[in-house]
């Protein structure tokens, strides 16, 4: 089952406005990463936050991640139409070793009004 | 620097038929994965390559997928025979571990079993 579970499942807003949407994981995790899907498209990365930071800032990008409640945030701030895609969290652990692996949410649909 | 590269990116087959899917991973990223996107899903990773050995390949259903990755670079997944359970979009991404965590993603190879 996918670790990183993702709130709201949906998210609608008018240009301008700051999105947020919220990831929960199960277990430690070495670092956690936010992708963004376009419509048919594959995914891009959009940030990273290891394990023992707080918060990081990337352009309109603010993420946070709470290691004690298992949680992340995401935070698209003034929002545009261009913005609109799915948005995923993604939990790094270890595996096999010194292999490290993404453990995808099921995402959450982002649609910016114009 | 090129992006990963997929092909093809749509196939429609029926089911108990075999289909290929191919990658070129970004030059000089020794970490290839496989994964399967569901329909308003996450991605789901199927096998991890470092070099031309695999890593991990416990959520590769290994009756039906396999996959090779011969002389570190292309990658080819394979699904014989195919069912209808398959269809997804199946992604390539790749990744230079010696610099970081961030993962490539291909536009992704969507497959459709009727």
């Known amino acids: 089952s996918q670790q990183g579970e993702e709130d709201p499942q949906a998210l609608s807003i008018q240009e301008g406005e700051n999105a947020t949407m919220n990831c929960s994981y199960k277990t430690s995790i070495n670092n956690l990463q936010w992708y963004r899907q376009n419509s048919g498209r594959g995914l891009v990365h959009l940030i990273l936050i290891r394990s023992n930071e707080r918060e990081k800032h990337s352009g309109r990008l603010r993420v946070t991640l709470d290691t004690s409640k298992k949680s992340s945030s995401l935070l698209i701030t003034a929002s545009r139409a261009a913005d609109t895609a799915s948005y995923f969290c993604a939990t790094a652990y270890i595996s096999s070793g010194s292999a490290r692996q993404l453990t995808f949410g099921s995402g959450t649909q982002l649609t910016v009004l114009p | 620097e090129a992006g990963v590269a997929q092909s093809p990116r749509y196939k429609i087959i029926e089911k108990r038929q075999s289909v290929a899917f191919w990658c070129n991973p970004i030059s000089g990223h020794a970490t290839l994965y496989w994964y399967q996107q569901i329909l308003g899903q996450g991605p789901k990773l199927l096998i991890q390559?470092?070099?031309?050995?695999?890593?991990?390949d416990s959520q590769l259903p290994k009756d039906r997928f396999s996959a090779e990755r011969l002389k570190g670079v292309d990658s080819t997944l394979k699904i014989q025979p195919a069912k209808l359970e398959d269809s997804a979009v199946y992604l390539c991404?790749?990744?230079?571990?010696?610099?970081?965590?961030?993962?490539?993603f291909g536009p992704g190879t969507r497959l459709t079993v009727t």
């Open positions: 390559f470092q070099n031309n050995g695999v890593v991990d």
């Open positions: 991404a790749s990744r230079d571990w010696a610099r970081g965590y961030e993962q490539y």
